[in-house]
């Protein structure tokens, strides 16, 4: 069967000082970023167990990965430097063995240890941007059908959310391929079925209804393959909160999902996302803030941002809602969600100049929005939390 996700090998780190105390910072260190990394649905991380047979040996990374069975390696070292460590890490793939990321930093051992400097959360972001940014450019310098899946799915998933048309519309060409491929693996599923509940809040759909349509569709074969799969899940419940409002569907879904895998960190972002639509702002603010712990590494932050930013704002924290959606727009800015979540924020502080030129921007990306289309068919039409956005898009200049 082919294999839908990359796998990594984390070797425990070489301390170059004397003294057990030292050893022991590496076993530690390596176990916090197998740990953090293993929280990523898109990376399949070795178990400690596996990669400790190679504690304190100079062994090569084709040795490695042989043994492991790991398309990557991070290895690293470690020396005292005062009261401080300076610690030395490099990611190697093993396709080719090269090296596809290094770094160095220096930290406090007690504050590594205790995860207070965020060290563990930096190297893990790091790691997985690099796997990510490798495994697109693969799958874009070959013939889609020669690709490796899991090299297909990473891809996919990379350029569905940059959300330029072009790279979209690669993103579903991948995940065709994908599902002709392994027509009965839930993952390839779950993913086109995002893809179409994607185009449809972009606005590049020319049919609303069909590409509802065929996100349920995807949903169900994914769930048909695999009734325990928790990406299904949670974007069967998207597509019933997004697309046909049906809220007491999509919690029961997302609840599913959650029950399946607590630590599923979309679950919690979009069950968020539903309660902030729902008027109930407290609980989705802590939904949403859940998520975003759960997820330091994912390659598609600013899609979490944005509807932090969304959860925000139905709890009236518009300085937070304006912080989350500018921290969204450096990491993307065609997603046209995020505009108007910072337009609604900045209008709803009095700040009606930034306000408009939010719209003006938003305009660009979505030339069709009106304030009527909004209302009919954006999720918190039915609640207080639409009129009140509805009426400050208005203020902020997108057409009745």
């Known amino acids: 069967m082919p294999k839908l996700r990359a796998t990594v090998a984390v070797v425990p ?10 050893r022991v910072i590496g076993e530690v260190l390596a176990d916090e970023v197998i740990s953090a990394l293993s929280r990523s649905s898109e990376l399949n991380v070795i178990s400690r167990l596996s990669t400790s047979v190679f504690r304190g040996r ?44 290094s770094d160095s930093f220096v930290c406090s051992a007690t504050a590594l240890i205790s995860g207070k400097d965020g060290a563990v959360a930096g190297i893990v972001t790091a790691v ?24 297909l799915l990473m891809g996919a998933i990379a350029l569905m959310h940059r959300l330029s048309v072009q790279d979209f519309d690669r993103s579903r060409q991948m995940l065709q391929v994908l599902t002709e491929r392994m027509p009965r693996q839930a993952v390839p ?5 995002k893809w179409h509940i994607l185009r449809v809040q972009q606005g590049w759909t020319d049919d609303w209804s069909a590409d509802t349509q ?24 998207f597509a019933h909160t997004n697309l046909l409002k049906q809220f007491d569907v999509a919690q029961e879904q997302y609840d599913l999902a959650l029950r399946v895998n607590p630590n599923d960190a979309m679950a919690w972002l979009l069950k968020g996302t539903l309660l902030a639509f729902k008027d109930a702002g407290k609980s989705a603010v ?33 300085k937070r809602a304006i912080d989350l959606a ?37 305009m660009k990306l979505e030339p069709g929005l009106t304030v009527a289309k909004y209302r009919e068919r954006h999720p918190s039409g039915g609640y207080e939390t639409g ?14």
């Open 387 to 400: 009129r009140i956005w509805s009426s400050a898009l208005q203020g902020a200049g997108v057409p009745n």
């Open 189 to 193: 599923w779950a993913w086109m079925a």
């Open 128 to 151: 997985s941007l690099a796997i990510m940014a490798r495994e697109l450019e693969r799958a874009q310098s070959q013939s889609l059908p020669t690709v490796e899946s899991y090299t």
């Open 214 to 237: 065929l996100a349920l569709d995807c949903g169900r074969r994914a769930l048909s393959a695999d009734p325990r799969c928790s990406l299904a899940l949670v974007v069967m419940g």
């Open 326 to 362: 500018n921290r969204s727009l450096r990491a993307n800015r065609t997603h046209t969600s995020t505009f108007r979540a910072l337009a609604i924020a900045q209008w709803q502080l009095g700040l009606q100049q930034e306000a408009r030129r939010t719209v003006t921007e938003l």
């Open 286 to 318: 802590e939904h949403t803030e859940h998520a975003l712990k759960l997820s330091p590494l994912d390659p598609h932050r600013y899609f979490y941002d944005s509807l932090a930013a969304t959860a925000a704002l139905s709890a009236g924290q518009y």
């Open 13 to 22: 780190f070489t301390g170059l000082d004397d003294g057990p105390e030292h």
């Open 58 to 101: 100079d062994s090569s990374v084709e040795e490695i990965s042989s043994y492991l069975t790991a398309n990557y390696v991070l290895s690293g070292s470690y020396r005292k430097a005062g009261s401080k460590l300076r610690v030395n890490l490099e990611l190697a793939s093993s396709s080719n063995l090269t090296i596809v990321w």
